[in-house]
């Protein structure tokens, strides 16, 4: 569905108590965690997943896919927990309604239990998984630096600006980063916006000559949103961005998890 047909009812977040820990956050803005992922789970992080991820963790042929499952899923609720202030096996993670249909099966990620206010964005790629958590919509996208067919993805990706602009940018490393950049920020509104990469890519144009943060345009029903996007520095071979709505009160925090 085009983006510019979706209700934005779904952004208006419940006003539900909150733990002191919950109040720090708040506070704060948008915190984002990210650790590396290796090719095994540790046996403790098995004991925090859940029935519905044991269902998910089925259907996974891969070790090291499950392994990333496993060790991200009980990263995301060891998080939580100290964000929460509750224990780490009581919080249940799932979907919210989607934006476009209304069904739970394929929306944005939510932390289901406790109530809390909080929105949550999470993302994975080869050797990397990042939680971002907000007081309101929130989008993470990170991506493994590798080789990308930058021209022929070109066409059904950018906007004709942001096309002349990687044409600018020397081939190799250096395109190809560029490329990402910008695929990550769309990515990352697409998600702050719920219903992540689902429409015309190419009407959405991410400013790649705006370094650290850039204001992006999504509409959502004849309103278009501006989100705020940054750029997020990790150590190692990946490109990461993150979304949230523009204006806002608070900071974008960047730390790494244990």
């Not at 995301?76 to 249940?92: F, G, K, M, Q, Y």
């Not at 020397?170 to 990402?180: I, M, N, Q, Y």
Request: aromatic share 6%.
């Amino acid at each position: 569905m085009p983006i510019g047909f979706i209700d934005v009812s779904y952004l208006q977040a419940p006003a539900f108590q909150t733990s002191s820990a919950s109040r720090w956050l708040l506070s704060r803005g948008t915190d984002v965690w990210w650790w590396p992922i290796t090719g095994t789970a540790d046996p403790a992080d098995v004991a925090l997943l859940q029935p519905s991820d044991h269902e998910r963790l089925s259907h996974t042929r891969s070790p090291a896919r499950a392994a990333e499952f496993i060790t991200s899923r009980a990263r995301i609720r060891t998080i939580l927990s100290t964000v929460l202030d509750v224990p780490p096996d009581l919080i249940e993670l799932g979907r919210r309604n989607c934006p476009c249909c209304g069904d739970p099966e394929h929306g944005p990620p939510a932390v289901l239990r406790p109530e809390t206010p909080l929105w949550i964005s999470n993302s994975h790629t080869e050797g990397c998984s990042m939680l971002a958590v907000s007081d309101s919509p929130v989008g993470v996208d990170v991506e493994h630096m590798r080789a990308v067919r930058t021209d022929a993805l070109a066409s059904a990706v950018l906007t004709r600006s942001e096309d002349t602009y990687l044409r600018t940018v020397l081939e190799g490393t250096a395109r190809t980063k560029s490329f990402l950049r910008m695929w990550t920020r769309k990515e990352a509104v697409l998600k702050a916006v719920g219903i992540g990469i689902t429409t015309d890519l190419t009407a959405i144009e991410t400013h790649p000559r705006s370094e650290g943060t850039a204001r992006i345009v999504a509409g959502l029903s004849g309103r278009p949103l501006t989100w705020s996007v940054s750029d997020l520095s990790l150590p190692g071979p990946w490109v990461a961005s993150v979304a949230h709505r523009d204006g806002l009160p608070g900071t974008v925090n960047l730390h790494r998890a244990g």
